[in-house]
C-alpha cells in the first residue's frame, strides 16, 4: 500500500486518481491535520509518497515512478518521449503558470496593481491551453484515444482558474478532455476521499 500525504484540491488529486487508476490501494494523509511533513519531505509539499519506507517527492518524479512501475494505459507505450514531455508540460510549465495565480493573490495588496498581474497571468494560462487545444485537433487525449496521466494532472489544474477574477479561456476540445476525465470514476472516487478526511 502507498501512503499519499495531500491536500485537499492540490496537485496529490493526480497522484491519487493515477495510483487508483493502477489498481493500487493507497493511505490518504491531509497534511492540513499534521505537524511533521518537514521530517518526510524538506520542502514540505504535496505530493509525498511513501512506499514501503522510501519517500518519494516532487509531483513528476513521483507520476514517472508509478507509471513506470505498473503496467498501464496512462503511459502510452507508441510514444514514451512525447507521454514524458506531456507530464512535464502539465507539471513544469503548466502547473505555475497557475501558482502565479496563486501567489499574486496573496502578495499584492493594491487591488488595481493586483488585477493587471492577474490578468496578464491568466492571458499566459490561456496560451498554454490553447498549445493543448492544438494537440487535441485529431485526438480526444494527449495520449490517444484514452486518457493519459498528463490529461488527469491539467484536468486537476485546470479547476483552480476559478477561484480568481480572470478568464480562463479553453477550446472545445480541451473541455471535452477535461470533462471526460472528472467523470472516470476514480477521479471521482479520489475526491470523495479527499473530502470525507477532510471533514473528519
Known amino acids: ?5 495531500y491536500s ?3 496537485c496529490s488529486v493526480a497522484t491519487q486518481v493515477v495510483i487508483r487508476e493502477l489498481g493500487q490501494s493507497v493511505k490518504l494523509i491531509d497534511v492540513q491535520k499534521i505537524d511533521y511533513l518537514k521530517e518526510i519531505n524538506p ?24 507509471l513506470n512501475k505498473h503496467p498501464n494505459s496512462l503511459f ?12 512535464m508540460f502539465a507539471n513544469a510549465t503548466m ?13 499584492i495588496n493594491d487591488k488595481n496593481v493586483k488585477q493587471e498581474a492577474l490578468n496578464s497571468a ?3 494560462i490561456n496560451q498554454l491551453w490553447q498549445v493543448i487545444e492544438n494537440r487535441l485537433a ?10 493519459s496521466a498528463a490529461d488527469i494532472m491539467l484536468t486537476v489544474y485546470s479547476r483552480w482558474g476559478g477561484h480568481f477574477p480572470v478568464d480562463i479561456i479553453i477550446g472545445d476540445k480541451t473541455t471535452s478532455m477535461l470533462n471526460a476525465v472528472q467523470t472516470m470514476p476514480n477521479f471521482i472516487k479520489a475526491e470523495q476521499a479527499e473530502q470525507m478526511i477532510s471533514t473528519q
Open 76 to 87: 502510452p507505450k507508441n510514444d514514451r518521449q512525447q507521454a514524458t514531455q506531456d507530464i
Open 1 to 5: 500500500m502507498y501512503t499519499l500525504y
Open 95 to 107: 502547473h505555475p503558470a497557475y501558482g502565479r495565480l496563486f501567489f499574486l493573490t496573496q502578495y
Open 8 to 10: 485537499q484540491g492540490a
Open 43 to 66: 520542502v514540505a509539499a504535496v505530493p509525498t509518497l511513501i512506499d514501503g519506507e522510501k519517500p518519494f517527492t516532487e509531483g513528476a518524479a513521483i507520476m514517472l515512478y508509478l
Open 122 to 124: 491568466a492571458k499566459s
Open 138 to 147: 485529431y485526438q480526444d487525449f494527449l495520449g490517444g484515444n484514452t486518457p
